[in-house]
């Protein structure tokens, strides 16, 4: 069988128990196989036949296909592939025991190892937006706070057929606003969900769900939004967009720049060019 030279693999460094996989315009085929891990991915281009446990499917762009492990499936570009594009999609492979331990906080009474994922093709626009945020979470590795809420984000919607509403936290129980100073006090920290769930004295899980309740965002986007609000007054004030970066605990100037321009649709220079006198 020859190469297929389209693909790229990496090991995430924020997550090191998963394995992102991105195939650009491939024409490779594959004979039916199993993974030991979860998988499930995306297409963003083409159309292929999709088999998996006995049935088979016609999976095309925007589709999310969802593989549990050792499931037997293969996923190939349909004939005449160029006839309907390019055959490209994103996937990612999780580690079965680390996905099984985080669904022991999403579903309840969970007495397996895991639970299976319960279709084989999802077509759910949340879940697919869910999926894209995950996946840039883990290519661009700055924050591994955000990979594992945007990881636990996705399980809960792709799971949501076995999960039950959790309780969120009282609003007057201190445990959410000591996490939310916590992020505040500080706001340079690379802050680890596990370590802020011990604070509050509840799952990561719990966490994630409660604080979005409560304060409206999940933590790492609850910091991201603090963050860029004091960027603005420190813009004002004269100083450098390499400073203001460092200050904040922004990986790079880029990463600043990049969240800047996400929530304000303009550059950090553009905004501070109003504001200092020329």
């Known amino acids: 069988m020859k190469q297929d030279n389209s693909v790229q693999f990496t090991q995430s460094t924020l997550l090191p128990w998963i394995e992102l996989r991105i195939a650009n315009q491939s024409s490779a085929c594959y004979q039916a196989h199993s993974h030991d891990e979860f998988s499930f991915g995306m297409v963003d281009s083409g159309i292929a036949t999709y088999c998996n446990r006995g049935n088979n499917y016609r999976v095309e762009q925007g589709d999310l296909v969802t593989i549990n492990p050792l499931d037997v499936h293969s996923c190939n570009p349909e004939s005449g592939v160029t006839r309907h594009g390019a055959w490209s999609y994103r996937m990612l492979f999780v580690d079965a025991i680390k996905m099984g331990e985080m669904q022991q906080e999403v579903l309840p009474k969970q007495s397996a190892q895991y639970t299976p994922f319960p279709h084989d093709v999802e077509r759910s626009d949340l879940l697919q937006h869910q999926f894209n945020t995950l996946f840039n979470a883990l290519s661009n590795g700055t924050s591994r706070l955000q990979a594992e809420v945007c990881l636990f984000e996705f399980i809960a919607e792709c799971f949501s057929s076995h999960t039950a509403p959790i309780e969120p936290a009282h609003p007057s129980r201190p445990c959410l606003a000591h996490v939310r100073d916590t992020l505040l006090d500080q706001i340079s920290h690379n802050h680890q969900l596990q370590s802020l769930a011990d604070t509050a004295g509840i799952s990561r ?74």
């Open 205 to 278: 899980y719990q966490l994630v769900r409660s604080f979005k309740h409560q304060f409206g965002l999940p933590p790492h986007a609850y910091l991201i939004d603090e963050k860029i609000k004091r960027a603005k007054q420190m813009l004002k004030s004269g100083q450098t967009i390499s400073d203001v970066a460092l200050q904040l605990g922004f990986s790079d100037q880029a990463h600043f720049q990049r969240q800047f321009k996400r929530k304000l649709a303009v550059t950090p220079k553009f905004y501070q060019s109003h504001f200092l006198s020329r």
